[in-house]
C-alpha cells in the first residue's frame, strides 16, 4: 500500500472511531466498512466493525461479514505463501515434505491456514449461525403452535354453533300466545270472588 493511500486509511479509522465514541453507530459502521473496501484484511477495521454489529444486534450483517472476512484471509494467507514460494523456490521444494507432515500444505502444496485471526473468525461464524438456526427453529414451532391453536379455537367455535343449531331443532315450540294452565286457573278464580263480593253487596244494604 501506497503511503497516500495509508494516510487516507489512517484518517478513516479516526473518523470511524470517533463516530463510536459519540454513539453515531451508523456512521461508524459505514466509515469501518469503506476502509475494509480498500484493505479487505484490515484487522483493527474488522474487529471494530464485528462488534458494533453485535452491539446493534445485526446478526445478519454480521453473519455476512464474517464469512467475507474469512474468505479474503485464506486468499491473503495463500497470497502471501504463494509469494515466497515464487522468492524461494528451492528452499520451498526442499521444506514441502516437512511441511505436509506438519501439516502446514496440502497434497498439492496448497497452504492449511492455521492462522489465529481466521480461526477465531470460524468460531464466531459457527457459533453465530447455531445460534439463528436456533432461534429460526424456535420461530418456526411458535407459528405453528399458532395456528395450531388458532384451528383449535375454530373447530370449537364451530362446534358449539352446531349444536345450538342441533338443540333449537329438537326442542318443543312454546307458543307465546298461550298462558300456562296455572294463570289461566287463577284468572278464573280472581273472576269469581270479585262477582261474588259484587252480589253479596245489595244483600247487606237491604238488611
Given at each position: ?30 466509515t469501518?466498512?469503506?476502509?475494509l ?6 484487522l483493527?477495521?474488522a474487529s ?10 445485526d446478526s ?8 467475507a ?10 497470497t502471501?505463501?504463494?509469494n515466497w514460494?515464487t ?6 521444494e ?28 470460524q ?7 447455531k ?22 379455537k ?8 352446531t ?20 294463570k289461566?286457573k ?5 273472576a ?16
Amino acid at each position: 500500500m501506497r503511503k497516500r493511500a495509508r494516510i487516507i486509511e489512517q484518517e478513516k479509522l479516526e473518523k470511524a472511531r470517533a463516530f463510536e465514541l459519540a454513539a453515531d453507530f451508523p456512521q461508524a459502521i459505514k466509515t469501518y466498512r469503506s476502509v475494509l473496501s480498500g484493505n479487505p484484511v484490515h484487522l483493527k477495521a474488522a474487529s471494530r466493525l464485528l462488534i458494533l454489529l453485535r452491539k446493534t444486534k445485526d446478526s445478519s450483517s454480521e453473519l455476512k461479514l464474517l464469512k467475507a472476512l474469512i474468505r479474503a484471509q485464506k486468499e491473503h494467507l495463500e497470497t502471501v505463501h504463494q509469494n515466497w514460494i515464487t522468492k524461494h523456490p528451492g528452499l520451498a521444494e526442499d521444506t514441502a515434505p516437512l511441511a505436509k507432515i506438519l501439516g502446514l500444505i496440502g497434497k498439492k502444496n496448497q497452504p492449511i491456514p492455521k492462522d489465529e485471526i481466521l480461526n477465531k473468525w470460524q468460531a464466531r461464524l459457527l457459533a453465530l449461525e447455531k445460534r439463528l438456526n436456533a432461534k429460526g427453529a424456535k420461530a418456526r414451532v411458535k407459528s405453528r403452535l399458532k395456528k395450531s391453536t388458532a384451528a383449535l379455537k375454530q373447530k370449537s367455535k364451530y362446534a358449539k354453533a352446531t349444536a345450538g343449531d342441533t338443540t333449537r331443532a329438537t326442542s318443543p315450540a312454546i307458543s307465546p300466545s298461550k298462558p300456562p294452565l296455572n294463570k289461566v286457573k287463577q284468572k278464573l278464580k280472581k273472576a269469581k270472588t270479585k262477582a261474588g263480593d259484587k252480589a253479596a253487596k245489595p244483600l247487606i244494604k237491604k238488611r
